[in-house]
């Protein structure tokens, strides 16, 4: 059975930004990029090709058509779909045998070569064994691999460990995370959502608002992406990571009526998840930051003066992360591309390349040989 533990870990020296991608592309060699894609919440992605089309479907109209691997890959590039039950009516969080331990076990045959077993439109994108590797995750995708990495070196509090109905389990989350050169986030939930919050412990108010437009409940799955320490991924790793994570926020609402959901969430945020949650600041996932990733004192709504806090580098929630790029995307749109060229807004030890592409864009341009 899963036992909590709530201490904090510390974060390790950090590099900025530029120079974890600098040595990651030092060390990586001529040979190809493989990307593994791990989606994020609500899929089925061990069954037909949900997997792939959580990149490339969309919620809402002005996306339709749109595909993460169109910006994605450059000639030569592969990419491995990793698919997990992450549906509400199965209801496993980010430290089950059925979530982590099936997107190790999936990692560890990608890398060997054996290919992920799945439809891809692009002919020849099969990854191999000499390929360079680098995750991108999304959503709850993010979170699953922040326990993963975090608990992937020996002395880490659940090492190579995860959870069934009947009681702990060995992965070999540490094989998993060999030889990956870095993890990206786009839109992660690496300290939960504020609209888990309000399903599973809100107000009369939020309680009339999920009836009426959400329809969720509190199953353990959404009860392990609120925000509380008590169910941060963040209190259950080691005090390092097997990998880099550089993360990328969006803090555009969703299109139509569906934008009003920005409303409820705290800080700006990108229709589901929190500014503040998605680059890993530390503190609460529902700190209120701006695009500049920072918090200001304001009067009716408008900042003034200097910051009072930033979340650079030097502050983050978990090891060895760093800022990569804010840009001004939804959730649906960050896992499609459905939005090609964004606006972005400058952050402290943001990296350059890729402005103003969208994610899988930026992605591509920094992870070129």
Partial sequence: MFKYSFSKPSLISILTLASALLLGATQASAADNCYIMVHGHGTQGNVGNNALDSWRTANFSEYNGSDFMDDLLSTGDNYALVGYDSTDESGFPYWRDET????ARQMIAIK????????HPQAGTQCSANDNFWVVSHSQGAQQMMWIAGNAISGSPYYNTAYTASGAKTVNYQSAMNDILGVFTLGGAITGTEGADRVCNGNWLDALINVAFLGRDCNPSIQWLQTNDSYAVKNYIGSNLAAPFYTMGGYKGFPGLEGASSALINGEDDGYINLASQMSCSGSGK????????TYRTFFGIKYGSPTYTCNNGNKGTPRTYNMASVYTDHDAERNGGINAPDYTGIPNGLSCGNGRNMAGRIDSCTAN
């Fill in 100 to 103: 982590a331990g099936e997107i």
């Fill in 112 to 119: 060997q070569g054996n290919g992920d077993g799945k439809y």
């Fill in 287 to 294: 700190r209120n930051i701006w695009d500049d990733l920072s």
